[in-house]
Every structure is written in C-alpha cells, then in structure tokens.
Nanobody, 113 residues
Framework: QVQLVESGGGLVQAGGSLRLSCAASGSTLSMNTVGWYRQAPGKQREQVAVIFSGGIANSAAAVKGRFAISRDNAKNTVYLQMDSLSPEDTAVYYC???????WGQGTQVTVSS
C-alpha cells in the first residue's frame, strides 16, 4: 500500500521561504510522475509543480521562478522549495503519485502579510 507523508508546512511571513517534503513508502518515487498540488479555502485543488520519472520538472505559471520541485532518490522523497512566498500561496499542499492516484494528507502553509 502506497503512503505519502507531507511535512514542512507552517506559518511564514511574506517574502519568506519554506521547503516541503513528501516521503513515500510502498512506491519508488523516482519511477513515477509526482506532483505537488495546493488547495486554498473555497478554491479548487491546483497543481503547482511536477517531476517526471526521468527527472524533468515543470512548475505552474503562478509559481514559476519561486517554487522548485526536486527529488532525492536515496531518501525516496520529493521536495518543494518555496521562495518569495506571498499570502496568495496560503493553502494546504499535497503530493500525489499519478500512476497510483495516491495522495498524502496535506500540510498547511500560511503566509502572513
């Protein structure tokens, strides 16, 4: 059974940084397409970044240049480095494995102005 555990969220001031982690068990992340998504109150869940099994990564236009997704194969963990955070980035952030449609429980990110 695949389990994803996100961590690293918290409260940060605008302009600050956070690094989210997504640790997996039951699946090898390097062999999968893994995405980071976020859902703000009253809004639909949206993808913010994705990393493919070959290592190519993409990010959404809203976070491009500020967020970066990466992967540590030895730790079977995917990261989301978030810089220059703004209040609009406040949301619950989730990681997701495309092939198995596995989701983590989410981690709250709150950015104060």
């Amino acid at each position: 059974q695949v389990q994803l555990v996100e961590s690293g969220g918290g409260l940060v001031q605008a302009g600050g940084s956070l690094r989210l982690s997504c640790a997996a068990s039951g699946s090898t992340l390097s062999m999968n397409t893994v995405g980071w998504y976020r859902q703000a109150p009253g809004k639909q869940r949206e993808q913010v970044a994705v990393i493919f099994s070959g290592g190519i990564a993409n990010s959404a236009a809203a976070v491009k240049g500020r967020f970066a997704i990466s992967r540590d194969n030895a730790k079977n963990t995917v990261y989301l480095q978030m810089d220059s955070l703004s209040p609009e980035d406040t949301a619950v952030y989730y990681c997701h494995i495309l092939h198995t449609n596995a989701w983590g429980q989410g981690t709250q990110v709150t950015v104060s102005s």
